[in-house]
């Protein structure tokens, strides 16, 4: 079961192991798979740019270990205005869990006790933590050493960018998953006529999507041209 938490999180329809597209990431993604499964490293932190997979890595793991009959839970603390540290209450019960851009409360005390105290209950109770950072934990400007300490535990990895080539894969794969035919050059276009970032791209794909369901019209390059032309 994935943790019910006290604000609206939902994992993104297209996170899973299958729909990531793993480039240079593939000791990353098998360590990320063996945690998620139970085995391996039970501390992960996994670091990287914008758009490099860290939120997709983290809710397939949830959605894996959920759909293994595992109790998991995802803290995205990008929504860190919707709730207080008090959240990470309890949550030692779970199998695993997963916290996103850990960046977010970096130098924030009472976010960093909590944090502090939640991996050595989690360490206590047998549990998995995989973490999520824009940069590798010891740049973080952290104000409780100790956490800095805990961050790293287990295995860290550097989540490297996607080449052209596989943000292309990765384009045709996530229309696939919504029922989509993206044809190759459509997705070269997309790719040399938008920002680069994955997140971008699919942000734009999201939008493609329900213009062409709205037109009636396949994705084809003379659709996608008029309309990021009207945006």
């Not at 997709?56 to 009959?69: I, N, T």
């Not at 190759?184 to 997140?199: F, K, N, P, Q, S």
């Not at 019209?217 to 659709?223: M, Q, V, Y």
């Amino acid at each position: 079961m994935i943790n019910q938490l006290p604000l609206d999180i939902t994992l993104g329809e297209s996170a899973s192991f299958d729909s990531f597209v793993e480039g240079d990431n593939s000791q990353a993604l098998s360590s990320i798979r063996d945690c998620a499964a139970g085995k391996g490293e039970k501390f992960l932190y996994l670091w990287g740019t914008e758009g490099t997979g860290r939120s997709h890595l983290l809710q397939a793991a949830c959605r894996f270990g959920a759909q293994s009959g595992q109790a998991v839970s995802y803290l995205p603390l990008a929504q860190i205005d919707s709730f207080t540290p008090d959240i990470l209450l309890g949550l030692e019960g779970m199998d695993l869990v997963c916290v996103d851009d850990i960046q977010m409360v970096a130098g924030k005390p009472p976010w960093e006790q909590a944090l502090f105290h939640l991996y050595n209950r989690l360490r206590d109770g047998g549990a998995r933590m995989m973490v999520s950072g824009d940069r590798v934990h010891a740049e973080l400007p952290l104000k409780l050493p100790d956490l800095g300490s805990r961050l790293a535990w287990g295995l860290g990895y550097r989540l490297q960018p996607l080449g052209d080539a596989d943000k292309t894969q990765a384009l045709i794969g996530n229309a696939k998953g919504r029922g989509l035919v993206l044809p190759v050059e459509t997705a070269r276009y997309i790719l040399e006529h938008t920002a680069r970032d994955m997140g971008s791209l699919i942000a734009t794909l999201e939008k493609l999507d329900l213009a062409s369901l709205a037109a009636g019209r396949k994705l084809t390059i003379p659709f996608v041209r008029t309309f990021l032309g009207n945006l």
